[in-house]
């Protein structure tokens, strides 16, 4: 293995398929229990979280990740904002004829270190093969599920008037490195995807401050889309501070290049959180104390409204409301 | 809605977006609780059994089904398998623009009909849109989470020499319905996919039968996949009796024609059952009691062998080794 290219033939239930099953898969991820049946067996107690996403990403590698870990951090961060930690996780490919298996070893690879980072097992998979010209290299469905601690309640529904908005740090990375990447551009400092997952920073987040009303990873449609669906979901107004919200100056140049706006650029590696006010400093804290929060800042604040809506103060003082985007603004960027 | 196509525009996380899951997949499919958030909540105590499942296949409408009911059976049957009860199943949708929004629907409502009978809810999703060219109208992978009942232990694993081995009916529908349609071939009798949730037919099969050792479903590569798949979990050999599978007549006309053996042809409505010798009658009788187990047989035994593998005694009375098939035979067939 490791030379060659997938064939049709490796996706059709035969031979050859649990041969790439075992030498691709299996050799990195490792298997359920017991290994070979159709369905993983976990054990678990109480309220669980269970999420999936489909992963499309083009390209297929970027600087700072891969669809692979793409796929892992997606799913374990999206069980991360309902407070779950993720008990496992399934991974199924639909593969363009042609890939070279060198491509999905490199891709399996990067879901095997995210896993691990995670801790989270891949317990279950599948594998399809279409032909060439009918998909786009590789396709990569992951679903998870967590258990959620008792006593924990986190949802988009629940932001409360008085809440601070934090931010775990810069945003925008990972639209622009994807970007950048298939537009062939080059800025003088590169832009890496922040492709990260969060289990453990949400864990001590929530450790130090058990006011933690919601959590979100604003993915596709950025913060703006994000913040959007939180103040339908509570019925509240969000006042967002522009001049708050962190934003890499490379981020900034490819942004203006581009004529793109990065409150609406996709991040993979970032948690909005809306907490209580007494626990604001205890919570930027915390996150600030993990690695992937240190840049962690307040960027607004949840108020009583009649209007679920999202109001935008601009650097320049101004209010002006601030929508979930209409139309196409970067696609295939997860 | 309900004219038009996708557009890229539907995947990206905005105004659009919204919209389209409101109107497509919410109406139809409900919502997870609490609905808007990035993961469902599921209760649940005890052993779980967790699958996935990729569906590309071509064409998305065939006769009995089309490529949504065939997601929510085939990932429902995995959960069967494990003798599990489903409590919640993912749906993440791949859509190639251009795919008619009529015919997206038209998928939704087979989804629906599909999770209705087999008593289960799509707790939550994903939509991703992709360049024309870049998919072949809609993929769909579904993941389902079910709980297993105290005591039952059923696996790939279990078989144990003396078992007899029974399909629920007869085997290749869903193969050659799909093929006939995609080649445009007509055949006197229709073919029709035996696509169907069978979750009720294996709770009543195990509550008859409690030494029900091995359930698999022979969907990609058949029966013949299916039982080497088995054969070597639990290191025996597996008698097929040629004679005694069940396969209708229009399915072997259209094999005859294709150059095809409905022992390799994909099924998606069938259970194999293995169980302990002094339940084999009860097992059959609670199978044919059921509307998708009346034509249930006996098709064979477990023996105790030095060697993992599938034996088939053939209509001559001949032995041979009935191996998985190496190499292509339907891709795309689910």
């Given at each position: 293995m490791g030379e060659g290219r997938v064939l049709l033939a490796h996706g059709d239930g035969g031979e050859m398929m649990?041969?790439?099953?075992?030498?691709?898969?299996?050799?990195?991820?490792?298997?359920?229990?017991?290994p070979g049946d159709d369905a993983a067996r976990l054990a678990a107690a109480g309220q669980l979280a269970f999420t999936t996403d489909a992963f499309v990403v083009d390209p297929i590698f970027f600087p700072g990740g891969d669809i692979g870990r793409l796929a892992i951090c997606g799913t374990v961060n999206d069980l991360a904002t309902a407070g779950a930690r993720p008990l496992a996780v399934s991974a199924s490919f639909i593969i363009e004829e042609g890939l070279a298996i060198q491509d999905l070893e490199r891709i399996v690879d990067g879901m095997a270190r995210?896993?691990?980072?995670?801790?989270?097992?891949?317990?279950?998979?599948?594998?399809?093969?279409?032909?060439?010209?009918?998909?786009?290299?590789?396709?990569?469905?992951?679903s998870g599920v967590g258990a959620i601690p008792e006593g924990i309640s986190i949802s988009g529904a629940n932001a409360r008037p008085g809440d601070a908005v934090l931010v775990s740090g810069p945003v925008g990375d990972h639209g622009l490195a994807v970007?950048?990447?298939?537009?062939?551009?080059?800025?003088?400092?590169?832009?890496?995807?922040?492709?990260?997952?969060?289990?453990?920073?949400?864990?001590?987040?929530?450790?130090?401050?058990?006011?933690?009303?919601?959590?979100?990873?604003?993915?596709?449609?950025?913060?703006?889309?994000?913040?959007?669906?939180?103040?339908?979901?509570?019925?509240?107004?969000?006042?967002?501070l522009e001049s708050a919200v962190p934003v890499r100056p490379a981020v900034a140049v490819a942004c203006e290049l581009l004529g793109l706006d990065p409150l609406y650029a996709a991040n993979e590696g970032k948690?909005?959180?809306?907490?209580?006010?007494?626990?604001?400093?205890?919570?930027?804290?915390?996150?600030?104390?993990?690695?992937?929060?240190?840049?962690?800042?307040?960027?607004?604040?949840?108020?009583?409204?009649?209007?679920?809506?999202?109001?935008l103060q601009t650097a320049l003082g101004t209010h002006r409301i601030l929508d979930r985007h209409v139309g196409e603004q970067m696609p295939r960027i997860c």
């Open positions: 649990a041969d790439l099953i075992a030498r691709v898969f299996i050799s990195r991820l490792g298997t359920g229990d017991p995210a896993a691990g980072e995670a801790e989270v097992q891949v317990a279950t998979g599948d594998t399809k093969v279409v032909p060439r010209g009918k998909a786009d290299g590789v396709y990569i469905t992951t970007l950048s990447r298939r537009e062939g551009l080059q800025f003088e400092a590169e832009i890496v995807s922040d492709c990260a997952p969060l289990g453990g920073m949400v864990q001590a987040l929530v450790a130090a401050a058990p006011g933690v009303h919601v959590l979100r990873d604003p993915t596709r449609g950025g913060l703006a889309a994000a913040l959007n669906e939180i103040a339908r979901q509570s019925q509240v107004e969000i006042e967002l948690m909005i959180v809306m907490v209580a006010p007494e626990q604001r400093e205890a919570a930027l804290a915390a996150l600030r104390a993990h690695p992937y929060g240190a840049e962690a800042a307040m960027i607004g604040s949840v108020r009583e409204s009649g209007t679920a809506r999202v109001l």
